[in-house]
């Protein structure tokens, strides 16, 4: 046990420490500038941009105003990441950002970062079943489940009475708080349609945990997308797919079009997605994704570096938030951004425009 700690202690190290280095100030030394002190920030993993943009931009946000600051990413294992933030409290940091791999695995670590007198924020994802979280900044989640849905309900037409039409759904990793909540906001809109049956899911896999992707994983999507093909629609085309996440869409995509879809006689049907990942964003504007839900994680970072900064100078963080998030044990007090829906209409307006992108990029 100790040794396997202590490997994956050693990796967490390695990765932190390039990264701390990178994070302070010119002459590469690790004094804290202006004795603000240490924030850990432990996040999921590298695999997904969205990870890496906000890593950057939490490191560079709690250096302007004058911490140090040592990330880690526990590449989508949730052992990886107790021992990651076990070394960050060894190391005497100050106040703890965290992603969560697995929601509720980190419920002893977080009493040692307790007992340590450090400050806990869970980053976009909620941390459940503890009492050792001290605040939670998001995006407004069960938004972007509407999101998806309206798109879905807009582009169907099936408002005007359109239909019916086949639709599959897709969830995220069923160990992360944020799952269900884009599930059941997307099906709070669509359940009417399901209802009325101008959309029909023809796998009859309709409940969460019937439709959830672990860690959100695009290959496991796919298996799951061609096993549906090739079960349900034999002798028919499917014609909207909920997907809540880029990576699950460019799985499900590829499953499609290993079916032959994408023609003019088999057009795709339409996909959601969230993230505005890059990969995404080139597949909307060559007319495969459908659309995906941007959430600006450089004000996400802001926000937790704001926060964060607020604890160690004893001020009350600024909440905006009137639900506080029950998980489990306590509730938390919430501040929560507003997400944003892009398709091949509105990218360049916000994405370039916003800066998230150059034109260069999207090519
Ligand atoms: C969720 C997050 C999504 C997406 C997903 C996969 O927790 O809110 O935006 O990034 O994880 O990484």
Redesign the pocket.
């Known amino acids: 046990m100790r040794n396997r700690r202590a490997a994956l202690a050693a990796i967490a190290g390695a990765v932190s420490l390039a990264l701390t280095l990178s994070a302070c100030g010119e002459s590469g030394e690790g004094g804290s500038a202006k004795g603000g002190g240490t924030i850990g920030i432990a996040l999921?993993t590298q695999a997904?941009e969205?990870?890496v943009t906000e890593g950057k931009s939490v490191v560079e946000d709690l250096r302007a105003k004058g911490y140090q600051a040592k990330l880690v990413y526990g590449q989508d294992k949730p052992d990886t990441q107790v021992a990651q933030i076990e070394d960050l409290i060894e190391q005497g940091v100050d106040a703890l950002i965290i992603a969560a791999i697995d929601n509720k695995s980190l419920n002893g670590v977080l009493q040692q970062a307790t007992d340590a007198g450090i400050a806990v924020i869970s980053y976009?994802?909620l941390i459940l079943g503890t009492k050792n979280v001290d605040y939670y900044v998001s995006?407004d989640?069960e938004q972007v489940g509407r999101l998806q849905a309206r798109y879905i309900i807009d582009r169907l037409g099936l408002e005007e009475g359109k239909g019916p039409f086949d639709i599959e759904l897709f969830a995220?990793s069923p160990d992360?708080n944020?799952t269900k909540y884009f599930f059941n906001g997307a099906m709070a809109l669509l359940q009417p349609f399901l209802d009325s049956k101008q959309l029909i899911v023809r796998s009859g896999q309709t409940e969460l945990d019937e439709v959830t992707t672990l860690r959100?994983d695009g290959p496991t999507a796919q298996k799951r997308m061609d096993a549906i093909l090739a079960e349900s629609y034999k002798s028919r085309t499917v014609d909207a797919v909920l997907s809540p996440?880029d990576?699950i869409s460019l799985g499900v995509l590829s499953a499609l079009k290993a079916d032959g879809y994408g023609s003019d006689s088999k057009p795709l049907p339409v996909i959601t997605g969230?993230?505005a990942e890059l990969a995404s964003v080139k597949s909307i504007i060559a007319g495969e994704q459908a659309q995906t839900i941007y959430?600006d994680v450089r004000e996400l970072a802001e926000v937790a570096a704001d926060m964060a900064d607020d604890i160690l100078k004893g001020k009350t963080p600024r909440i905006n938030s009137r639900r506080a998030y029950n998980n489990g044990v306590k509730s938390v007090a919430a501040f929560l951004l507003q997400p944003t829906s892009v398709d091949r209409t509105n990218y360049d307006l916000v994405l370039v425009a916003g800066g998230y992108y150059t034109a260069q990029e999207l090519k």
Do not use: E, H, L
């Open positions: 999921p997904s969205r990870w976009d994802r995006f989640n995220g992360d944020n959100w996440y990576g969230q993230d959430k």
